[in-house]
């Protein structure tokens, strides 16, 4: 019998043929013994699926969805179809190293109640930094404002070994997610209404609310693009980024908790969106009001994913991660421009 979890490593891929071609053969490359490498297509037009089933017939399984459902609704899809121990949820345009499944594996199997993870992202262009959406694991603050250990804001910083102990973390990375099966099952996966972005975050707080652990790996690298879909200067970002925030928030908080807050980011989100006009981001800062548009529209909607749920009994909540101040003005009234700056007992 293989004692060996079985680990899947689903893409998600939606016209990322380049990115296939480019960073595909280092994932095949893995060295953990007990693998499959998924690639779920979400209706690309660019010849990605008739690409993998030449060239790769044999290494990769191919699940093709009818349409383009976003990174939400398209791993959702694929990932019913795929049974293993551990996922890994893997951006297409993501380089990893040799043995980068090893470390994070053995990390979830010596404890129960870690139901995520994340290795140490780094950026593919400029490979002694961090990349933006990751770093060295996510964290979130009072006001639900997420960032990363080695990553504030618009302040990425060099990799030079500071963030290199493995420990618990708020949210892992959707660019490289580590997360069991019984877990994915269990929190019932993505928010479809997310689409894409904070998604991930969403997922991480559920599990949290749950009780379980998510963690960072520092003795695995990977190496990510970023910006593959949507980049930064595409308003539809910006909106989703808003818009996203605030479903956040008024899924995970307590009702009267979730109100003061979102309350008060609707006040620094009027802010953005000044700063916007002011700037001449006329776009952007329509998005931001459709985004509030749409979060009012939706607000007393019921998400199709429970915030909270239980297997087997109902574990205490665990906010490992949870900074106590507001990022906002420890980063831009305090000048506090790296994580290493936070005063760590201001961390749960």
Same mark, same amino acid.
């Given at each position: 019998m293989n004692t060996v979890p079985k680990v899947a490593v689903v893409i998600l891929n939606w016209n990322g043929l380049h990115h296939l071609q480019k960073f595909l053969p280092s994932v095949l490359a893995s060295t953990y013994p007990n693998l499959q490498v998924v690639v779920g297509d979400n209706a690309s037009t660019d010849g990605s699926v008739a690409f993998l089933k030449g060239r790769y017939a044999n290494e990769v399984t191919v699940i093709e969805n009818k349409e383009n459902y976003g990174f939400t609704g398209g791993y959702n899809r694929v990932m019913a179809q795929v049974e293993a121990d551990i996922y890994i949820l893997l951006n297409s345009d993501v380089e990893v190293t040799p043995g980068w499944i090893e470390p994070v594996v053995q990390m979830m199997q010596a404890d129960e109640?870690?139901?995520?993870?994340? !290795?140490?992202?780094?950026?593919?262009? $400029? $490979? %002694?930094?961090?990349?933006?959406?990751?770093? +060295?694991?996510?964290?979130?603050?009072? @006001?639900?404002?997420?960032?990363?250990?080695?990553?504030?804001?618009?302040?990425?910083?060099?990799?030079?070994?500071?963030?290199?102990?493995?420990?618990?973390? #708020? *949210?892992?990375?959707?660019?490289?997610?580590?997360?069991?099966?019984?877990?994915?099952?269990?929190?019932? =996966?993505?928010?479809?209404?997310? #689409?894409?972005?904070?998604?991930?975050?969403?997922?991480? *707080?559920?599990?949290?609310?749950?009780?379980? $652990?998510?963690?960072?790996?520092?003795?695995?690298?990977?190496?990510?693009?970023?910006?593959?879909?949507?980049?930064?200067?595409? !308003?539809?970002?910006?909106?989703? &980024?808003?818009?996203? &925030?605030?479903?956040?928030?008024?899924? &995970?908080? !307590?009702?009267?908790?979730?109100? *003061?807050?979102?309350?008060?980011?609707? =006040? @620094? %989100?009027?802010?953005?969106?000044?700063?916007?006009?002011?700037?001449? $981001?006329?776009?952007?800062? *329509?998005?931001?009001?459709? +985004?509030?548009? &749409?979060?009012?529209?939706?607000?007393?909607?019921?998400?199709?994913?429970?915030?909270?749920?239980a297997l087997g009994g109902q574990l205490p909540p665990n906010m490992k991660g949870l900074y106590k101040k507001s990022i906002v003005s420890q980063f831009f009234i305090k000048k506090k421009h790296r994580f290493s700056d936070l005063d760590p007992a201001d961390l749960e």
């Open positions: 109640l870690i139901a995520a993870a994340a !290795p140490k992202i780094k950026a593919y262009r $400029k $490979k %002694d930094h961090f990349e933006h959406a990751g770093a +060295a694991g996510g964290f979130i603050d009072k @006001l639900g404002y997420p960032f990363c250990r080695g990553r504030l804001f618009y302040e990425v910083e060099e990799d030079k070994g500071q963030y290199d102990t493995s420990g618990e973390i #708020f *949210w892992a990375s959707g660019a490289a997610l580590f997360i069991t099966g019984r877990h994915w099952k269990m929190s019932g =996966g993505f928010d479809e209404r997310f #689409f894409a972005h904070m998604e991930e975050i969403d997922l991480c *707080w559920r599990l949290k609310n749950m009780g379980y $652990k998510v963690m960072y790996c520092a003795a695995s690298t990977v190496y990510h693009v970023g910006g593959g879909t949507l980049n930064a200067e595409d !308003p539809f970002k910006t909106y989703l &980024n808003f818009r996203n &925030n605030l479903f956040l928030l008024k899924k &995970n908080l !307590p009702a009267a908790r979730a109100a *003061w807050v979102i309350s008060i980011r609707f =006040g @620094l %989100d009027l802010i953005a969106l000044l700063r916007f006009m002011g700037e001449g $981001k006329r776009k952007d800062a *329509w998005a931001v009001s459709r +985004a509030h548009q &749409n979060f009012v529209r939706k607000v007393f909607q019921r998400s199709p994913v429970a915030a909270r749920q």
